[in-house]
């Protein structure tokens, strides 16, 4: 019923950018909902990266605000992160995530979540 798919990711070189896409499906209010980022490198837990609220309003972890940005495009049901300066500590499986209202839960616990993406690669060099 409720779906989201990444894509953007792919291979390049340390200091270069990506930007993944995010598409959501199957929502009968897109714009409430809080969405996530999240990345899973090989043999690591995954961890939260960034959150975008019904508000605009946005948060990151420490590893990457700076050099990430986290947007969304509520007509076209897209959720965007925009990658510089990238690390090969950045190389990992990217998830989006997403959080309908009431709100309950902490953006960085991944329970708080009720939809998961497949995933996108990045691998940085």
């Known amino acids: 019923h409720v779906q989201l798919v990444e894509s953007g990711g792919g291979s390049v070189e340390a200091g270069g950018s990506l930007k993944l896409s995010c598409v959501a499906s199957?929502?009968?209010?897109?714009?409430?909902?809080?969405m996530g980022w999240f990345r899973q490198g090989a043999g690591k837990e995954r961890e939260g990266l960034a959150v975008?609220?019904?508000?605009?309003?946005?948060d990151y972890t420490d590893s990457t605000e700076g050099r990430f940005t986290i947007s969304r495009d509520n007509a076209k049901n897209t959720l965007y992160l925009q990658m510089n300066s990238l690390k090969p500590e950045d190389t990992g499986m990217y998830f989006c995530?997403?959080?309908?209202?009431?709100?309950?839960?902490?953006?960085?616990?991944?329970?708080?979540?009720?939809?998961w993406g497949q995933g996108t690669q990045v691998t940085v060099s």
């Open positions: 995530a997403a959080d309908p209202p009431p709100y309950t839960g902490n953006w960085l616990w991944e329970s708080t979540y009720s939809v």
């Open positions: 199957g929502y009968t209010d897109y714009s409430r909902y809080c």
């Open positions: 975008i609220n019904d508000d605009g309003s946005t």
